[in-house]
């Protein structure tokens, strides 16, 4: 199996830009999933494919993807995206999946 | 509405057995995958298990296989996680989610449940 890699934190002023990274080799073959947990509450996508949102995502979420490195940015950030941040995608065996470790967004 | 509901959590003793459902409406259930992914309580999530619309395939990760089974009711609309021989580590939130796939976009996990919590504790 394989793994995705993520920064355990990061902090972005209201208003301004934060890129959230996932590192794995899964990635050169698999596009991440992005998702968003606030405390006490079940995961939400808000970024799949190569930079898709559903319905109801504001359009300053976005997604990138680079030879191993798949990319969250909030583009304007606002105090309500402060959260916990996951990537995951399938991994080299592509029948099981991985999740990242995690990134906590804190909006100052 | 799409709805995911999961039951069964509890305290269970280490080597124990418990039996967790995820009850699905509001969609044609036999056309998605559903999977399983835990948390450990102030830990990050964990992929556990999936099985296909149809029953046919169910893929587990390393951490849980050999000790947790998912089978699916298609005529119910339910998923089933039977977890035998529970270990301490296994305590966590228990959440099923849908499986979305498109040849374009890959997988996604589009809806989730609330999450059952299962405690493993003597």
């Known amino acids: 199996s394989s793994e995705l890699t993520q920064d355990p934190a990061v902090s972005v002023a209201l208003g301004q830009t934060v890129r959230i990274t996932c590192q794995g080799d899964?990635?050169?073959?698999?596009?991440a999933s992005w998702y968003q947990q606030k405390p006490g509450q079940a995961p939400v996508v808000v970024i799949y494919g190569k930079n898709n949102r559903p319905s109801g995502i504001p359009d300053r979420f976005s997604g990138s993807s680079s030879g191993n490195t798949a990319s969250l940015t909030i583009t304007g950030a606002q105090a309500e995206d402060e959260a916990d941040y996951y990537c995951n995608s399938r991994d080299s065996s592509g029948n099981h999946w991985v999740f990242g470790g995690g990134t906590k967004l804190t909006v100052l | 509405q799409v709805q995911l509901v999961e039951s069964g959590g509890g305290v269970v003793q280490p080597g124990r057995s418990l039996r967790l459902s995820c009850a699905a409406s509001?969609?044609?259930?036999?056309?998605?995958?559903i999977h399983w992914v835990r948390q450990a309580p102030g830990k990050g999530l964990e992929w556990v298990a999936v099985i296909w619309n149809d029953g046919s395939k169910q893929y587990y990760a390393d951490s849980v296989k050999g000790r947790l089974t998912v089978s699916r009711d298609n005529s119910k609309n339910m998923v089933s996680l039977q977890m035998n021989s529970l270990k301490a580590e296994d305590t966590a939130v228990y959440y099923c989610?849908?499986?979305?796939?498109?040849?374009?976009?890959?997988?996604?996990?589009?809806?989730w449940g609330q999450g059952t919590l299962v405690t493993v504790s003597s």
């Open positions: 509001g969609f044609t259930f036999s056309t998605y995958g």
């Open positions: 989610a849908r499986d979305v796939w498109d040849s374009e976009s890959e997988t996604r996990f589009d809806y």
């Open positions: 899964s990635l050169r073959s698999y596009y």
